[in-house]
């Protein structure tokens, strides 16, 4: 028997394994041997520079700026998308009026989650052109009309949006480093929460729904509100969830490529003047755009230094949230 | 990007050598079926006498390989190519293929020693030049610059060509390349708009200026741009330079001489570029808007000049509203001081053509040329096509399109052509310059901010000592 389940096993793992070594790992070693090397990505011939293009990433204004860009995603995007979708399906699945017997949503809850989770189903370019439509820059835009027909914008000083590079929040300089928060950002955040929401109330929803009903009756039944019950009952409960969402999260923050690449001006995507720039933007741009002969090797530095940089932010997050006790109910 | 003749790009050179080695194995069966059959067709003598009306010594009933790149174009001026030079040399059959990766399908050819007798070298990849002539495979294309016209022997062909069109076929001083189709950029416009409007075509920054006045009163924006793809206002400065500081100016900054952002030429265009914002002759919002709306705001009179290439009628053809007949103007003065006289304009030859000195008819390859370059060809050229050729005159009279007609035009009144070279040498300054033009004409900027940013990157640049440098001469 057992001789007779090993080939059985293998033969199951062995094309999966082939394809995470070949499209995965592969990929990844390359990577690391070319960040050290002086490889222009189409000759067979480089030589070997040891740490060299990790020591001219420290000296990389652009890459530190997108270093600056990632944080102020990595602190925004997860914290707002994980409270609306928390908000939300709390709503959904056990905010409706306690006027009735019984623990349910508020009306139309099934509605509002299809609308919430619609984003979800999109794909990345639908969005992009979805959105671009909705910040354009003259009275065609969504936002700039509305606001026009509101007197609040005058017709010939349309806001620009996706290409307005001015911080809103005063900007931080530490030596080559930059901290700022241009509106260009910002509005990406904006649609990556909008395109988040739903999934993470599904994934809310989903947890919720399997909480007992009778806790929540207790709890209501010894006179908590809405908010009480959220805060004491829900939020403890979800712990776990919350903990992956936060995770999930963090990581689509330090990548954030599709977005900066479909949505804002320039070659590549990233402007205006650099606005928008990201980790992985920014490495794209150097890896094919750049001047300098071994721009793919120096690329793939900075990809290296952003495979880090995740890998720090997951370990980070699985020690902060590790699980205390679990509650089986 | 534009590839400089000066400037064999080494990734294109290093990439031939790779798939040279790889394409080896595949070529030598297909040599020898080639041989094969060419033993058989070679009935006329290869060579005839070289006389004024074949200059090159095409020799009687001999078959000719010509292989064009199925492009933009189209294969309609190849057939018509064809069909002439088979009209010409009755019995000489002409083989005509067409390709659309020319370095992918004829590099194992010249590998194999039995390249075509004329190659249109164009396409997403091309045969790199430069390899190419170290190994002795192309023919100098002086001779046939200097052989006589197709329609005046007493005119050399190189005298029917625009200016430009020798210089960017250079190969360490040589011409190796003939680059046969001429792009038209510059300030582009809706001629029918200006006739209503009484709106005349500015020379000079003072009648700008009038004009753009004019125009804000009718409600319309006298400059847009095509706002997130800097790209193409990073050509406005560069031609803005050239009219304030001409060559000279030009020099400096592809040389990355220190402070070459700094002088007045950069000076005048920067504070040109503020001025045009600070008093709302930009459209608004222009910033944040892409090409097509920006173009499509051209053609519904919503502003008044866009620069842009001469593709920009083809592209724009879906939405172009009747009436509407686009013309492109030449970039105007922009101080009393300008070294460059107006009417210069900025215009690349493209789509080359070269001929391997390895084919079995290298003259009739030249021969093929020498016809395309003729009156009647090349007028069928910029008729199929609807774009020019670099043949001086070849559109004149043609009515078929009056951006075709407008822009040959203004080639021909040129007195001299605007050219940088740093846009395909050091891409982080095309990126940076556009980056800050496009703030300024977003008025989120300032002249000295614009000079200071671009003379930053220059310098980075010209620190770098990964970044090949490159020297311009001329």
């Known amino acids: 028997m057992r001789n007779g389940r090993a080939p059985f096993i293998a033969g199951f793992l062995f094309a999966p394994i082939l394809l995470y070594v070949v499209y995965v790992l592969i990929p990844y070693a390359r990577t690391a041997y070319f960040s050290v090397t002086d490889f222009n990505g189409f000759s067979p011939e480089y030589g070997f520079v040891g740490l060299g293009n990790y020591l001219e990433l420290l000296k990389d204004e652009v890459y530190l700026r997108a270093i600056g860009h990632n944080v102020v995603v990595l602190t925004v995007y997860p914290i707002v998308t994980i409270l609306l979708a928390l908000f939300f399906a709390f709503m959904l699945n056990v905010g409706g009026r306690g006027d009735k017997a019984g623990i349910r949503g508020v009306r139309g809850s099934s509605v509002y989650k299809f609308i919430f989770f619609f984003p979800q189903v999109l794909s990345i370019a639908i969005v992009a052109v979805i959105w671009r439509r909705v910040f354009q820059s003259n009275d065609g835009g969504m936002i700039n009309s509305a606001l026009m027909a509101l007197g609040l914008v005058e017709e010939d000083k349309p806001l620009l949006f996706l290409a307005e590079s001015d911080s809103v929040i005063p900007a931080i300089h530490l030596g080559d480093f930059t901290l700022d928060a241009p509106v260009v950002l910002i509005c990406l955040i904006g649609v990556a929460i909008w395109g988040g929401v739903g999934f993470y109330l599904v994934l809310f929803s989903a947890a919720m729904q399997s909480i007992p009903k009778d806790i929540y009756e207790a709890a209501t039944l010894d006179g908590a509100s809405r908010v009480q019950t959220f805060f004491r009952v829900t939020l403890p409960l979800l712990r776990e969830h919350v903990s992956v969402a936060w995770i999930y999260l963090g990581i689509a923050a330090l990548d954030f490529y599709a977005l900066v690449i479909g949505l804002t001006p320039g070659a590549g995507g990233g402007g205006p003047n650099n606005a928008s720039e990201v980790m992985s933007s920014w490495m794209l741009t150097s890896a094919f755009r750049s001047s300098r002969y071994d721009g793919f090797a120096f690329a793939c530095a900075m990809g290296m230094s952003i495979a880090l940089l995740t890998m720090l932010l997951a370990g980070a997050q699985f020690r902060l949230t590790r699980s205390r006790d679990k509650l089986e109910f | ?474």
């Not at chain 2, 020693?113 to 170290?134: F, K, M, R």
Request: charged content about 20%; some cysteine; overall charge negative.
């Open chain 2, 1 to 474: 990007m534009t590839v400089t003749p000066d400037s064999p790009s080494e990734l294109n050179r290093r990439t031939v050598l790779r798939r040279a080695a790889a394409a080896g194995l595949l070529a030598a069966p297909a040599i020898s079926a080639l041989a094969a059959c060419s033993s058989e067709d070679g009935e006329g003598s290869t060579t005839g006498e070289k006389t004024e009306a074949n200059p090159f010594g095409v020799g009687d009933k001999q078959p000719l390989e010509v292989a064009f790149f199925n492009g933009g174009f189209g294969e309609d001026y190849a057939k018509a190519d064809a069909a002439a030079y088979e009209a010409k040399w009755p019995g000489s059959k002409v083989e005509l293929k067409f390709s659309k990766l020319i370095l992918t399908d004829y590099q194992p050819r010249f590998y194999g020693g039995n390249p075509p007798d004329l190659l249109n070298n164009s396409s997403p990849e091309t045969i790199p030049v430069g390899p190419v002539i170290q190994g002795g495979q192309l023919r100098d294309l002086t001779e046939l610059l200097d052989a006589p016209s197709y329609d005046d022997p007493k005119v050399k062909v190189k005298d029917t060509l625009v200016a430009g069109t020798v210089e960017s076929g250079l190969f360490s001083g040589k011409m190796y390349t003939l680059n046969y189709a001429y792009s038209i950029y510059g300030m582009w416009y809706d001629e029918a708009l200006f006739a209503t409007k009484g709106y005349t075509v500015p020379k000079n920054w003072d009648e700008f200026t009038a004009l753009a006045e004019k125009a804000k009163q009718d409600k319309i924006a006298a400059f847009t741009f095509q706002g997130i793809h800097p790209w193409y206002l990073f050509n406005v400065v560069n031609e803005f330079i050239w009219m304030a500081g001409g060559l000279d100016a030009m020099m400096k900054i592809d040389n990355l001489e220190p402070n070459a952002w700094k002088q007045d030429a950069v000076k005048v265009t920067a504070e040109r570029l503020a001025e045009m914002a600070a008093k709302g002759w930009v459209q608004a919002g222009a910033a944040g808007l892409d090409h097509t709306t920006t173009q499509q705001a051209v053609l519904d009179g919503k502003a008044l000049f866009i620069w842009c290439g001469s593709w920009l009628e083809g592209e724009m053809a879906k939405t172009l509203p009747a009436g509407v007949k686009l013309a492109v103007a030449p970039p105007w003065n922009i101080s009393a001081s300008d070294k460059s006289k107006y009417g210069a304009v900025h215009a690349f030859p493209g789509e080359g053509f070269i001929v391997p000195s390895k084919g079995k008819n290298p003259a009739g390859g030249l021969e093929f040329l020498r016809m395309m370059l003729g009156k009647e060809q090349s007028r069928k050229f910029a008729e199929l096509t609807k774009s020019l050729p670099v043949v001086k005159g070849a559109a004149d009279g043609l009515t078929i399109s009056n951006a075709l007609t407008s822009a040959s035009k203004v080639a021909a009144a040129a007195p001299e052509v605007i050219s940088w070279r740093y846009e395909g040498w050091y891409a982080p300054m095309v990126t940076a310059v556009g980056a800050a033009a496009t703030d300024l004409l977003a008025g989120k900027s300032t002249p000295a901010a614009f000079m200071a940013a671009a003379q930053k990157v220059a310098d980075e640049v010209a620190k770098d000592e990964k970044i090949v440098k490159q020297k311009r001469t001329a």
